[in-house]
């Protein structure tokens, strides 16, 4: 297939096999007809990836916005594979040990450098996906073909797009750009903006998207994001920018709504008809189940690449019945390792069981309960918390002051989240926690790690980036 669509190269796209498998358009046609390549890096478009026929019905919109999530399930920052960021923060962090044959891992010995592949990889892929997302914006801003109310639902999902994927790039690499465009010529000249304007514009994008999605979800299967989705990244947004009255009402939003109830058993929380999930990837195939299981489950060991730290193992509380349910232990010839075994399925089975699971119903929770402890609510923020104990098999937390009430708070997000898209990594980082527990864990830490360097090539081409983040 050649010469459909002309791309220029910008500030994000740099490299021709991922222009080839990144362009708005395909999104949409290459779901059917398969990957094509040969596209030619000329002179800029006349027309930014607007194509009519993508926006002359609601059909053909939505299937380019089932494209994106294709796109992100696959690569970049929420890929569950190796390649994404719960493998990478999980390495990065405190969590997992590196078994990887013949290879060093840059993440496990915090030796993160400008040209290093996987930054530039996150950093390129997620903003092609931004870019897609406003792809999307833009040609339902502009399409007369598309009734207004059929539009509302995925122009709300392609805000909350790009509002999630500015959230994750600014977490791991501090001041970023924030585009809301495809205009080539404004794109390649982007500066950075600082953490307040960043989170101010992902706050009004999330605010845009709540208002224009649908509260129901658009399947069964919670593989679109709904109202509801929006209003728990924006909790957990207005958490990180220490906002608690604001995080606290976001998170009760999503508390409150009855489509997400509570599941007593932890088997269950990680199936795709969990009612406990907020939103979540489908996988790409029938009968196929995640990334993360095939990632994760080994049975024999030493382990293909990654494996819980015993250090992580032993830390959980007595009696933590995600010790239990969410770890597994494999021994060979006298030696242990565990893995992650939220999800249970390493391979394929006649029914996908499980799909990746990206917001759920227990951070909200936990986001509410520090809030509450914040602003003095201890009550309520004990309440919420032993919700989340009392599911683990712990029982109610002895914590009295806001401040332990925090850190059991905290305590818990670790044996909750752990392996889900670096939610241990961005805890210590918020709490100026991360110096003080990685140099104890982690002999190549430094204090400058916390950000992931801009990759050197971004650099070059656009001065207005500069300069690089600190220790690179």
């Given at each position: 297939m050649?010469n459909?669509?002309?791309?220029?190269?910008?500030?994000f796209?740099?490299?021709?096999n991922?222009?080839?498998?990144?362009?708005?358009?395909?999104?949409?046609?290459?779901?059917?007809?398969g990957?094509c390549?040969d596209f030619?890096?000329?002179?800029?478009?006349?027309s930014?990836?607007?194509?009519?026929?993508v926006?002359?019905?609601?059909?053909?919109a939505?299937a380019?916005?089932?494209?994106?999530y294709?796109?992100?399930?696959?690569?970049?920052?929420?890929?569950?594979?190796?390649?994404?960021?719960?493998?990478?923060l999980?390495?990065?962090a405190?969590?997992f040990?590196?078994?990887?044959?013949n290879?060093?891992?840059?993440?496990?010995?915090?030796?993160?450098?400008?040209a290093?592949?996987g930054?530039?990889?996150?950093?390129n892929?997620?903003?092609?996906?931004i870019?897609?997302?406003?792809?999307?914006?833009?040609?339902?801003n502009?399409s007369?073909s598309?009734?207004e109310p059929?539009k509302?639902q995925?122009?709300?999902?392609?805000?909350?797009?790009?509002a999630?994927?500015?959230?994750?790039?600014?977490?791991l690499?501090?001041?970023?750009?924030?585009?809301?465009?495809t205009?080539?010529?404004?794109?390649?000249?982007?500066?950075?903006?600082?953490?307040?304007?960043?989170?101010?514009?992902?706050v009004?994008?999330?605010d845009?998207s709540?208002?224009?999605?649908?509260?129901?979800?658009t399947?069964?299967?919670?593989?679109?994001p709904?109202?509801?989705t929006?209003?728990?990244?924006?909790?957990?947004?207005?958490?990180?920018?220490k906002?608690?009255?604001?995080?606290?009402n976001a998170a009760?939003?999503?508390?409150?709504?009855?489509?997400?109830?509570g599941e007593?058993?932890?088997?269950k929380?990680?199936l795709?008809?969990?009612?406990?999930?907020?939103?979540?990837?489908?996988?790409s195939a029938?009968?196929?189940?995640?990334?993360e299981?095939?990632?994760y489950?080994?049975?024999?060991?030493?382990?293909?690449?990654?494996a819980?730290?015993?250090e992580f193992?032993?830390a959980f509380?007595?009696?933590?019945?995600?010790?239990?349910?969410?770890?597994?232990e494999?021994?060979?010839d006298?030696?242990?390792?565990y893995y992650?075994?939220k999800?249970?399925?390493?391979?394929s089975?006649?029914?996908?069981?499980?799909?990746s699971i990206?917001?759920?119903?227990?951070?909200?929770?936990?986001i509410?309960a520090?809030a509450?402890?914040y602003?003095g609510?201890?009550?309520?923020?004990?309440?919420?918390l032993n919700?989340?104990?009392?599911?683990?098999g712990?029982?109610?937390?002895t914590?009295?002051?806001?401040?332990?009430?925090?850190?059991?708070v905290?305590?818990?997000?670790?044996f909750?989240?752990f392996?889900e898209?670096g939610?241990?990594?961005?805890?210590l980082?918020?709490t100026?926690k991360l110096n003080?527990?990685l140099?104890?864990?982690?002999p190549?830490w430094n204090?400058t790690?916390?950000?992931?360097?801009?990759p050197?090539?971004?650099?070059?081409?656009?001065?207005?980036?500069?300069?690089?983040n600190?220790g690179?």
């Open positions: 050649k459909i669509l002309k791309i220029p190269q910008s500030l796209f740099r490299d021709k991922r222009l080839s498998n990144c362009q708005f358009l395909l999104l949409a046609l290459c779901t059917l007809l990957s390549n030619v890096d000329v002179d800029i478009p006349k930014q990836l607007t194509a009519q026929a926006f002359e019905d609601a059909a053909t939505n380019a916005m089932s494209g994106v294709t796109k992100m399930r696959n690569s970049g920052i929420l890929a569950g594979d190796a390649t994404g960021i719960s493998c990478y999980g390495l990065y405190d969590e040990d590196y078994y990887q044959q290879a060093v891992s840059n993440f496990y010995n915090n030796s993160l450098f400008a290093d592949l930054v530039n990889d996150i950093w892929q997620s903003y092609n996906q870019y897609s997302a406003n792809s999307i914006i833009e040609g339902l502009k007369n598309i009734p059929d509302k995925p122009l709300g999902e392609a805000i909350f797009i790009r999630l994927l500015h959230f994750y790039l600014l977490n690499y501090g001041d970023i750009p924030y585009i809301t465009t205009d080539y010529l404004q794109n390649s000249r982007v500066s950075r903006l600082s953490a307040d304007q960043v989170y101010q514009n992902i009004k994008d999330l845009q709540i208002a224009l999605l649908s509260e129901n979800y399947s069964t299967d919670r593989i679109r709904n109202r509801g929006a209003q728990a990244l924006l909790a957990r947004v207005y958490l990180y920018m906002l608690y009255p604001e995080a606290s009760s939003a999503v508390i409150n709504n009855p489509l997400y109830v007593s058993d932890l088997n929380i990680f795709k008809t969990s009612k406990t999930t907020i939103w979540q990837f489908m996988p029938a009968g196929a189940n995640t990334s299981g095939s990632l489950i080994f049975t024999a060991g030493p382990p293909a690449i990654v819980l730290k015993p193992i032993n509380e007595a009696n933590d019945q995600r010790k239990t349910h969410w770890t597994t494999v021994t060979n006298g030696a242990t390792w992650a075994s999800y249970k399925q390493e391979s089975t006649p029914t996908s069981v499980e799909y990206l917001f759920r119903l227990s951070e909200q929770y936990l509410r520090e509450r402890a602003q609510d201890l009550i309520g923020a004990k309440e919420d919700i989340i104990r009392n599911t683990a712990l029982s109610n937390t914590a009295i002051s806001a401040e332990e009430i925090i850190r059991d905290l305590n818990q997000r670790r909750e989240f392996t898209f939610q241990r990594f961005f805890d980082k918020r100026g003080e527990t140099t104890i864990s982690k190549g204090a790690d916390s950000l992931w360097p801009i050197v090539l971004e650099l070059n081409a656009n001065p207005n980036l500069k300069p690089q600190q690179y």
